[in-house]
């Protein structure tokens, strides 16, 4: 080839990659938000359909079942934000591991263990900061413990969690039945002395709960540390590419390790401050405590695994579960059909979500 | 030779991958029945791409394909495996942790539904007999050495009846002994009548198996040769020969004192097995040492342990008299050693922006005491790649995967070289560049060793090798086969050394 013709060559190719930069410069600019947006506005609008259509079948009038839901789920503030709480925290330890690229579907029983250690040293101290951090260090070493398994051990962390999950279920009810229980009260166990009680805040839109407080300080303090120090960012980096962590010289164990201890933390406290600001005491079938780690997992997916997302997404869910209760009360629909519409709405929304996640997951896996 | 029957014939194959890469032109391919058949080339030469479609997992863009005279579509290898094509990949698709019977059910139950594991067993065992081939049917995978996982595959392609086998560089994953056995079973295969595609880049085992030959030189057929009629310089001169693009201006320079010594280096790979048997080097100021090699002979173990991130099994590494053989590689890069891999896909997180890439190996000099990261330092960092480089993007904040291959390229060098480090190992610079990004890479790279840094230039590419090194050195599964000066290589030689052959067993 002559000089000439390469040089001709070369001028076409930057010109080509010139133009192609223009575009791209607009389309990068705007297309994350505008996806964003647009998909969310369509999941809801498709979730909310699909609901109102299984609700007219069932006849009901969905227009007045979607009133109530709203009017009623978002109508008493101070109720909302203490409900989310605990949901607050569960899905911060879903999320947490799952930047960094472990599953963690031990959220359920790391706030059992944090809410009873929680409920253990408060009551015996009578000091709730001690209650606190009880539950941290309980609901930490627990996803801790998970995650060596996984590292030292080869055993798979969900299905450990999973069993964990019902282990600790069926000791908290043996401990809180045989040994911890209320002499006065059946069915309920010790209770949080009054001293030891989390207050409320007086604010413009009624009383808040320093629970709440304490859980989006929580929330706010895994934004900075996923997103401002060494440690979140060996966290994100391990969970989307373990190669390039290795390569920048990182331990990926290490942030196996790391993310598992944050997670579980974070579900500990949740459970303590459910326990020490809010309710006092466990009842003995567990229905104080049962179900929030897996409600925590839709929870972070609609979140989009965002600490500051996760608080939004947690009033959101509260809202519609507060909301449902009364749907039911007052339209006489069965419970069944509430948390079918719940479940509709969540899973639309998280749905485009989690299908990216799971493609990132996939490919990550082949790459290995 | 020209009354055989035709087993495969490929005709005016044309492949235009998406991306605008042109992979295959007009390439015709013709196998005999019954003859070992090689095809050989350097890497990115089109080798698999054209036995991937002959396996109808790639579609051409154009181009016929006839098997036994019989012109046939395939919309998946489904078809291709009904048409009597079986494929070996380099890497198995076994069931590591069940039987070898198990298996071999698994795979054959997807094309007669209605067999018992008793038929399956039946059946391979009659085949095992016929061929003098034996495999252990009730092991577990994972317990069996990789040779015979090897025959296990081959056995399961059989099985399904295959009559064309394709072996996709066979023995990249076999010990000298167990290759020796591999060429027994096949040639016993081509007794039976089995015709048989082998892919390679082996010059010595071309030589040693196949009966005829088949070149591929970036997309083109060089040409099909009877094995026997040729020499294995003629085939390396086919394999390597190319016209140069362009000629980069290199500034004669007198290299300095070493400042990078590896003694006696050993390294296993991923699987455990030796991918670089004592390699031994030395790295001195304003030099660049080419490391030429086809893929997979060591390269990128030697590369990530120098860089800190694979284990040393034996061996030293000094960094300016300093011994860093058991030093982290956080640690060594802080000591001014630089490493750009030979993969985008590891020196890059695609989901994060080029801020948070630039930190990636910038970590130490944007940390604070309290382990907090400076953004906006880090941010000032980024603009430097970006300035410096000439990396075209919209802003420092896009992410990464929005960046074209040129400029994620340079992002990868860029953040290496604003750190200023003494000893930089750069694998693959140029791979999948255009030409324009590629001119700029090399010129990088040699003002570079103009300002008096250390270079290992770790590359399958020839002319990039030819082009820059100060001096040369060819590595052959896990040795280094020559160090020298660029005038006592011809592409010739290289392509030899490369192949394996040392000058004293050319034939």
Request: with cysteine; aromatic share 10%; hydrophobic share 45%.
């Amino acid at each position: 080839m002559s000089p000439r013709k390469i040089k001709y060559r070369l001028a076409l190719v930057t010109m080509k990659t010139r133009i192609a930069f223009v575009i791209e410069k607009i389309r990068i600019k705007y297309i994350d938000y505008l996806t964003a947006a647009l998909e969310i506005i369509l999941s809801a609008t498709v979730g909310f359909l699909i609901a109102a259509i299984l609700l007219y079948f069932m006849g009901y009038n969905p227009y007045e079942v979607f009133g109530v839901l709203f009017r009623y789920g978002y109508g008493n503030i101070s109720y909302l934000l203490s409900k989310s709480v605990p949901y607050i925290m569960t899905a911060m330890a879903f999320s947490i591991p799952l930047i960094a690229g472990v599953f963690n579907i031990g959220g359920e029983s790391q706030l059992y263990v944090g809410a009873f250690t929680a409920l253990l040293v408060s009551y015996y101290t009578a000091n709730p900061v001690l209650g606190l951090l009880a539950g941290i260090i309980a609901g930490g070493g627990l996803g801790l413990f998970i995650s060596i398994l996984r590292l030292y051990r080869n055993i798979n962390e969900v299905i450990a969690a999973i069993m964990i999950n019902w282990t600790m279920y069926f000791l908290l009810v043996y401990l809180l039945t045989g040994i911890f229980h209320d002499p006065k009260i059946s069915h309920q166990s010790i209770q949080v002395p009054e001293s030891a009680w989390l207050g409320e805040l007086l604010s413009p839109w009624g009383r808040i709960k320093i629970s709440f407080i304490l859980a989006v300080i929580g929330a706010i303090v895994m934004y900075y540390i996923l997103y401002y120090t060494n440690l979140g960012y060996l966290l994100r980096v391990s969970g989307l590419s373990p190669l390039s962590a290795r390569y920048a010289g990182y331990n990926p164990n290490k942030a196996v390790l790391c993310s598992m201890l944050l997670g579980g933390a974070m579900a500990g406290l949740g459970g303590a401050l459910l326990i020490i600001g809010d309710v006092h005491s466990i009842d003995t079938t567990m229905s104080t405590l049962y179900g929030f780690g897996f409600t925590g997992i839709g929870i972070g997916l609609l979140g989009r695994n965002h600490p500051i997302g996760i608080i939004f997404a947690a009033i959101f869910f509260s809202g519609l579960l507060i909301g449902g209760q009364w749907v039911e009360l007052k339209t006489g629909a069965p419970p069944q059909l509430t948390d079918t519409i719940i479940g509709i709405i969540v899973i639309a929304l998280a749905i485009p979500y989690a299908y990216r996640m799971l493609i990132s997951i996939v490919r990550r896996w082949r790459m290995k | 030779m020209g009354n055989r029957e035709i087993a495969i014939e490929m005709k005016g194959i044309h492949k235009i991958y998406p991306d605008g890469v042109i992979a295959l032109r007009d390439v015709d391919f013709v196998v005999y029945k019954g003859e070992i058949h090689g095809l050989l080339g350097e890497n990115g030469a089109g080798k698999t791409t054209l036995m991937r479609i002959l396996y109808g997992e790639i579609k051409p863009t154009r181009g016929i394909i006839k098997i036994f005279g019989k012109k046939v579509k395939f919309h998946g290898p489904w078809d291709a495996i009904r048409h009597g094509i079986g494929m070996v990949y380099q890497q198995f698709t076994l069931v590591p942790t069940f039987t070898v019977e198990e298996n071999l059910y698994l795979s054959y139950v997807s094309i007669e539904p209605k067999a018992t594991v008793k038929d399956v067993r039946e059946k391979a065992m009659k085949l095992m007999d016929e061929l003098g081939f034996k495999v252990p049917l009730n092991a577990v995978v994972e317990t069996l050495p990789v040779g015979i996982q090897q025959r296990v595959e081959i056995i399961k392609t059989l099985l399904r009846n295959a009559r064309v086998l394709i072996l996709d560089e066979p023995t990249s994953v076999l010990t000298p002994i167990e290759t020796k056995e591999l060429f027994n079973a096949l040639r016993k295969l081509k007794e039976a009548g089995i015709t048989i595609i082998f892919i390679t880049h082996k010059l010595r085992e071309v030589k040693e198996i196949t009966d005829r030959v088949t070149v591929l030189r970036r997309g083109r057929r060089v040409g099909t040769v009877a094995t026997d009629e040729v020499t294995q310089k003629d085939l390396a001169r086919m394999m390597v020969e190319r016209e140069v693009v362009f000629k980069i201006v290199r500034k004669p320079k007198e290299p300095g004192q070493p400042v990078f010594v590896v003694k006696d280096l050993w390294v296993r790979d991923d699987r455990g097995l030796m991918a670089v048997k004592g390699v031994s080097f030395e790295l001195r100021k304003g030099e660049i040492l080419g490391l030429a090699g086809v893929q997979g002979n060591g390269q990128r173990e030697l590369a990530e342990a120098l860089a800190g991130i694979r284990f040393i099994d034996k061996g030293e590494i000094y960094l300016y008299g300093e011994d860093i053989t058991r030093l982290t590689a956080s640690k060594r890069y802080s000591l001014g050693l630089a490493y750009v891999p030979d993969s985008r896909r590891i020196g890059l997180v695609y989901d994060m922006n080029i801020v948070e890439n630039t930190v990636l190996t910038n970590m130490y000099r944007v940390i604070t005491r309290t382990r907090r990261i400076k953004w906006g330092l880090a941010s000032k960092y980024a603009k430097e790649v970006i300035d410096k480089l000439e990396v075209i993007a919209p802003g420092i904040t896009s992410p990464i995967k929005y960046l074209s291959g040129g400029n994620q390229q340079k992002v990868m060098v860029g953040r290496e070289i604003i750190r200023e480090p003494t000893v930089f190992i750069v694998a693959e610079p140029t791979q999948g560049l255009d030409v324009g990004a590629t001119e700029f890479i090399r010129k990088t790279l040699l003002s570079l060793r103009d300002q008096d840094k250390a270079i290992l230039l770790i590359s399958t590419d020839l002319d990039e090798i030819m082009q820059l090194s100060d001096r040369i050195a060819v590595i052959f599964e896990g040795k280094i086969m020559a160090m020298g000066k660029p005038e006592e290589f011809t592409l010739e030689r290289l392509g030899l050394l490369m192949g394996g052959v040392i000058e004293s067993q050319e034939d």
